[in-house]
């Protein structure tokens, strides 16, 4: 079965410090990929996406993205993170004839100290 | 931009109880989710809706049901609630167009909880 793996439960950096939030997939073919960002109480928001072409992309906030298929992965990057950045990070895959569904990691708590 | 309301922010509802959570998008989209979150397990997909009454279970629609009478507005029931569906609600649309696949565009949530 297709699964969505995000190994870091829960993450600290300092602010100011670069940032790294791992997603790997299990499916045969390449997904739509998506990273969604949810601040505290609030629904998720699209952080940025990948369907094809570059394999590293730009999103809002100062994200990006590198899509690695060699390692099925699809993993969430920061240069230098700030105190707002503080929030649940969910890495997703969509698969062609899924009816539009999308496959959601358990997601990783982003903790941002002074 | 798109935007999807949900009809409550917070709920408040007893055991055996029969619970309505509205969703609203107001982008046209075909395809229309819930989600249930819960610590630890992530966004788990209720039920979904790709057209006007028709409808789809996820992965964990057991003791729930839904409605989607208008294109824009997708209802979630609880026909008996149980101290178990107490959660985050979180309802999402999508266009589902070769431009945008997949995307999908979340309300603000509900917080049931059912005592």
């Known amino acids: 079965a297709q699964s969505v793996t995000q190994p870091d439960i829960h993450i600290t950096v300092s602010e100011g410090a670069s940032l790294e939030l791992r997603c790997n997939y299990s499916y045969g073919a390449t997904p739509y990929l998506f990273w969604y960002v949810q601040s505290p109480g609030q629904g998720l928001q699209l952080l940025l996406k990948y369907f094809s072409g570059d394999t590293l992309v730009q999103g809002i906030k100062g994200f990006e993205a590198e899509f690695k298929r060699s390692q099925s992965s699809f993993n969430l990057r920061k240069p230098s993170v700030h105190w707002s950045d503080a929030a649940e990070y969910f890495c997703a895959v969509g698969l062609t004839g899924t009816a539009s569904k999308l496959t959601f990691g358990t997601g990783t708590r982003l903790q941002v100290t002074l | 931009d798109v935007k999807v309301t949900q009809s409550s922010r917070y709920l408040v509802k007893r055991t055996g109880e029969k619970v309505f959570l509205e969703c609203v998008q107001d982008?046209?989209?075909?395809?229309m989710f819930w989600y249930r979150q819960d610590p630890g397990l992530g966004l788990r997909l209720i039920y979904f809706s790709y057209d006007v009454k028709m409808k789809e279970k996820g992965d964990i629609p057991e003791g729930y049901s839904v409605s989607r009478e208008k294109k824009e507005r997708f209802s979630l029931i609880l026909e008996s609630a149980s101290t178990n569906q107490t959660s985050m609600y979180l309802c999402a649309s999508s266009a589902g167009t070769s431009r945008s696949p997949y995307e999908q565009y979340f309300g603000p949530g509900t917080r049931l909880t059912v005592t």
């Open positions: 982008m046209d989209h075909e395809n």
